[in-house]
């Protein structure tokens, strides 16, 4: 069966632009979690999707958003762009919100901000 | 807080020696216990679960409570074996808002 699909794969952007990336489950998962991934952070939380509902949200300004579609397919926005933003963001599909087995990460979007 | 520690960055083990990567954890409750793994150029993948009590490619971890550790072994290293490994942790039987160790990179020499 197809894997978690994120899209773009690379994207570079300017201070103070936006920018949203796309990430579709694996069939039949509809719950999906965001990551954003940096070499000083680690890997932190940005939020959880299931059943088109956010359900959980980490620490991350209201700069970033998301949301996810009635296919499972989810969406997250970073507006307003900055420096810091550069990142790869990572998405994760799973049945639902209690399937820890199941838990499948995407390769990721690499996101530059000049 | 909620916080999972990796100790080490980087862990360097020849081929065939044992490995422990350590990690360490606070958690206000009943966590579930991860080690995810990310071979070059892959992408970042389940290797085991603390509930499963499984060993995966030779690899085991328990949890122990008291000292609330969840250090992940392999009793003989093989080149296979390197990759970045992240410690991680969510509520019990949930795979919401997983939170995850900074993590250790394993190098096998030959």
Not at chain 2, 59 to 86: C, I, R, V, W
Request: positive net charge.
């Amino acid at each position: 069966k197809a894997g978690v699909t994120q899209t773009p794969r690379y994207l570079i952007k300017t201070r103070g632009q936006q920018v949203t990336l796309s990430c579709s489950p694996i069939s039949g998962h509809r719950s999906v979690s965001w990551y954003q991934q940096t070499p000083g952070q680690g890997l932190q939380f940005l939020f959880e999707y299931f059943s088109e509902t956010q359900r959980n949200k980490g620490n991350f300004p209201g700069r970033f958003s998301g949301r996810q579609f009635s296919n499972s397919r989810s969406e997250m926005n970073v507006s307003t762009l900055e420096l810091g933003d550069s990142a790869l963001y990572l998405c994760a599909s799973s049945r639902n919100p209690r399937d820890s087995y199941g838990y499948t990460f995407g390769s990721g979007t690499r996101l530059t901000v000049v | 807080a909620q916080r999972v520690t990796q100790p080490e960055k980087l862990l360097s083990v020849f081929k065939g020696a044992p490995v422990e990567l350590k990690c360490n954890y606070s958690y206000s409750g009943s966590p579930e216990l991860f080690w995810y793994v990310q071979y070059s150029r892959q992408r970042l993948q389940l290797l085991l679960r603390h509930i499963s009590r499984e060993s995966i490619k030779g690899f085991t971890a328990d949890l122990n409570k008291g000292e609330t550790s969840f250090h992940l072994k392999k009793p003989f290293a093989q080149e296979e074996d390197s990759a970045m490994y992240y410690c991680a942790l969510s509520e019990y039987s949930s795979a919401s808002k997983i939170i995850f160790g900074s993590g250790t990179r394993l190098s096998i020499r030959p």
